[in-house]
């Protein structure tokens, strides 16, 4: 994957306004400057090849669903410029925080909500990405009625249980599980794709 000089800029940019503000509103637990990186902005660029394979190019609405701090929702944003990326969180400090990023950051395909998921009510999306929100079945049963019929569900996990995608919902089918490489995070990283069983 290949940033310009202006997408680098704005994702370090975006580094150092969570880290502004996490001193104040504890939006993560790490701290570190070689850790935001690793942890945050290079773990949420992991994904986006797949996402461009399953896009192919169109532009398509996002949901970052528990967005937290604006992760994966930001990133994604600055990298896939074509996609329409819309951040949802219950938490108001957190929504608050991504305001202030969208505005400082100039991002105009960004959209952020305050609202439980199970409760908001939006036009569908095409892709639904979540990173540490829930269980798989629990993220399907949360979020299904803001998925479009030919959507796809893009959840980020560590290790990859076989338990939790055998609790998903016999409506829903696994597409792919990718094996993500993370520049300078040891940890085990995977991306599971998930989308509705066609009848």
Partial sequence: ?????AQAEKLAAYAALLAKWNAVYNLTAIET?????SHHLLDSLAIVPALLRLTKG???????VGSGGGLPGIPLAIALTGARVT??????????????VQIALALPNVEI?????ERWRAASFDIIVSRAFAALADMVRLT??????????????????????AALPASVE???????????????????????RLP
């Fill in 174 to 196: 696994t597409i792919g599980a990718v094996k993500l490489r993370v520049p300078l995070l040891a940890a085990e990283r995977h991306l599971v794709l998930l989308r509705p």
């Fill in 87 to 100: 951040l949802l969180d219950s938490v108001r400090k957190k929504t608050a925080f991504l305001r202030q």
């Fill in 1 to 5: 994957m290949a940033l310009t000089d």
């Fill in 33 to 37: 400057t070689a850790d935001v990186l």
């Fill in 144 to 165: 299904q009625h803001l998925l479009a019929p030919a959507g796809t569900w893009a959840a980020m996990k560590g290790a990859l249980r076989d338990e939790e995608v």
């Fill in 58 to 64: 169109r532009d398509v609405r996002v949901l970052d």
């Fill in 113 to 117: 909500v305050h609202a439980r998921v």
